[in-house]
């Protein structure tokens, strides 16, 4: 049987295993190019140098989530009592299908004027393209529930943050919308700011 004397990178190498024939060249793409606008992994393929021997290919991935951020605030003075109005500016759009984590954080005041019972300040994450409220994302940011006297003013301030990891087929605009709510007395001055409303994407 003739033995085969190949040079030491020839495509045919004899073994103790057996005959190894025909090299696989790893195909990739440049660092930092990601295939399509879906992917949130890039892989980089670094193909070594020409006439190496033997060829050491080297293959890395990293997380590439597309992310984003807005703030904004409303005056709900105007605004009829429990009616959803949304926070201007306080808007983003995640850019594709996956899963994201979506995040508003919140601020509101509010002056009681009187006699006031159980007013509060409310606010949700709302999904404009599905016309639906994003679940688990409605946040009491302040409730004064006493009875001051007649005559007496109070101001009040107050601090809440929504969360959720939210699920999308698509491009889709999330905006944060604010609400106020009196069972009974006067309130004014009323407003919602959002002062960071973002998303990251965290899987496809």
């Not at 688990?136 to 301030?157: C, E, Q």
Request: glycine share 10%.
């Amino acid at each position: 049987m003739p033995r085969l004397d190949p040079a030491a990178c020839n495509a045919l190498t004899q073994s103790p295993a057996g005959l190894l024939v025909l090299r696989t060249a790893v195909q990739g793409i440049a660092p930092g190019v990601a295939v399509s606008a879906g992917r949130s992994v890039d892989v980089d393929v670094q193909a070594p140098a020409a006439g190496a021997c033997p060829e050491t290919w080297t293959v890395g991935a990293r997380l590439t989530p597309v992310s984003g951020q807005a703030s904004g605030s409303v005056g709900l003075q105007g605004a009829p009592y429990d009616t959803w109005v949304a926070v201007t500016g306080a808007q983003v759009t995640l850019p594709e299908a996956g899963v994201y984590e979506v995040i508003a954080d919140m601020q509101g005041g509010v002056i009681m004027v009187g006699s006031v019972v159980n007013a509060y300040l409310a606010a949700r994450l709302f999904d404009v393209t599905a016309n639906a409220v994003v679940p688990l994302t409605v946040r009491t940011i302040l409730l004064f529930a006493a009875t001051p006297a007649a005559g007496v003013t109070h101001t009040l301030h107050g601090n809440a943050s929504a969360a959720a990891l939210y699920q999308v087929a698509g491009p889709t605009t999330i905006r944060v919308e604010g609400l106020k709510h009196v069972d009974s007395g006067t309130t004014t001055a009323e407003a919602i700011w959002a002062l960071n409303t973002r998303y990251k994407k965290v899987a496809d």
